[in-house]
Antibody
Framework: EVQMVESGGGLVQPGGSLRLSCVVS????????MSWVRQPPGKGLEWVAN????????NYVGSVRGRFTISRDNAKNSLYLQMNNLRPEDTAVYYC?????WGQGTLVTVSS | DIQMTQSPSSLSASVGDRVTITCQAS??????LNWYQQKPGKAPKLLIY???SLQSGVPSRFSGSGSGTDFTFTINNLQPEDIATYYC????????FGQGTRLEIK
């Protein structure tokens, strides 16, 4: 069974940092580009970042470029998102996704 | 950046109806388009990939068509379990989602 399990979400103050993790099983992780996608409460989906199979290419949506860093560890079947200088508008459920598979999401709340 | 314009934003239909959602890309994306279904509190589920290919395990009442800039998603014989929000997604140039279509049953 394919599983993607995100963790690391929580409540953080504006300007703070969080690191999200996504552990994948039952899926040939190193065969696929992987993405982070977020969804603010009650709103639509927004792609945040993606990373090539070998980690050699990374892309970001403009609103997070320079603040967020995507990375992966193929030996651990894991995807990460380091989020710095967080803003209230970053509040969302964050999903990891690869091919047709998505995790269940982890909620990040940025508030004082 | 490629913009995806999805319409309508919401619609109401009866069980057994045929439902159509459209998605227009701001530039040619060939067939690099997916359709997702999202139910409340759940992750999105891929239904259609590469504009018209049905994902494994998805009922055949779901279908997609189009290429270039104009795409259509259709549900034939609408069922109560199809209540959800549907999104298009392009992946030719980074990734962009449409705004979503909330589908309700009359």
């Amino acid at each position: 069974e394919v599983q993607m399990v995100e963790s690391g979400g929580g409540l953080v103050q504006p300007g703070g940092s969080l690191r999200l993790s996504c552990v994948v099983s039952g899926f040939t992780f190193n065969n696929y580009w992987m993405s982070w996608v977020r969804q603010p409460p009650g709103k639509g989906l927004e792609w945040v970042a993606n990373i090539k199979q070998d980690g050699g290419e990374k892309n970001y949506v403009g609103s997070v470029r320079g603040r967020f860093t995507i990375s992966r560890d193929n030996a651990k079947n894991s995807l990460y998102l380091q989020m710095n200088n967080l803003r209230p508008e970053d509040t969302a459920v964050y999903y990891c996704a690869g091919s047709a598979v998505w995790g269940q999401g982890t909620l990040v709340t940025v508030s004082s | 950046d490629i913009q995806m314009t999805q319409s309508p934003s919401s619609l109401s239909a009866s069980v057994g109806d045929r439902v159509t959602i459209t998605c227009q890309a701001s530039q040619d994306i060939n067939i690099h388009l997916n359709w997702y279904q999202q139910k409340p509190g759940k992750a999105p589920k891929l239904l259609i990939y590469a504009a018209f290919s049905l994902q494994s395990g998805v009922p055949s009442r779901f279908s997609g068509s189009g290429s270039g800039t104009d795409f259509t998603f259709t549900i034939n014989n609408l069922q109560p379990e199809d209540i959800a929000t549907y999104y298009c997604q392009q992946y030719v140039n980074f990734i962009t989602f449409g705004q979503g279509t909330r589908l309700e049953i009359k």
